[in-house]
Structures are given as C-alpha cells and as structure tokens.
C-alpha cells in the first residue's frame, strides 16, 4: 500500500529586513511557554509565540539551528510560517 502522506513540511522564516530560510524540511524544533516541541509533516493546525532557538531538520538529515530571542510560528496545511521581530 502506497504512503500518501507528505514526508517534508515547507518552512518560511522571516524578519522585517530579509528571508532567512525558504524551503522544505522533514521537521522543525522550537521552544514555547510550554518547553521543546516539534512539528512534523501534516502537523494540526497551529499558532505559538517561540523563543531562545529554531531547529530545522533538513531532507538531507542534518539539523540547522537558528538562535533567536522570539518570534510567531503558525503551522497550517503542511506549511510553517515564522515571524522574528527586530531583536533577533
């Protein structure tokens, strides 16, 4: 039987001066109020405030981290959109 689930999710992060990461990825790991987290492919519908790091699991396995103090994650429709404001 075929597996028709997507195995990426399609990462956008942004600030206000640039893009600074625009592709897909097999997973994501942040932190919120709550602690470490992760959102997978076909992830539920989502919306955080994040802090302190993004981790992004790439295709090709390595893992990219990306140090921030805070930012909004919403994660809709196998897509993960995050926001950093000017501190970052």
Avoid: C, W
Wanted: proline letters at 3%; a negative charge; aromatic letters at 10%.
């Amino acid at each position: 039987m075929a597996d028709n689930f997507p195995k990426t999710i399609y990462i956008t992060i942004k600030n206000k001066q640039d893009v600074i990461f625009d592709d897909s990825a097999s997973a994501l790991t942040s932190f919120n109020e709550q602690g470490l987290f992760d959102i997978l492919p076909m992830h539920e519908n989502f919306i955080s405030i994040i802090k302190n790091t993004i981790i992004i699991h790439k295709k090709t396995g390595e893992s990219h981290p990306i140090n921030i103090t805070e930012g909004v994650l919403r994660a809709f429709e196998n897509k993960i959109n995050i926001y950093l404001g000017n501190k970052q």
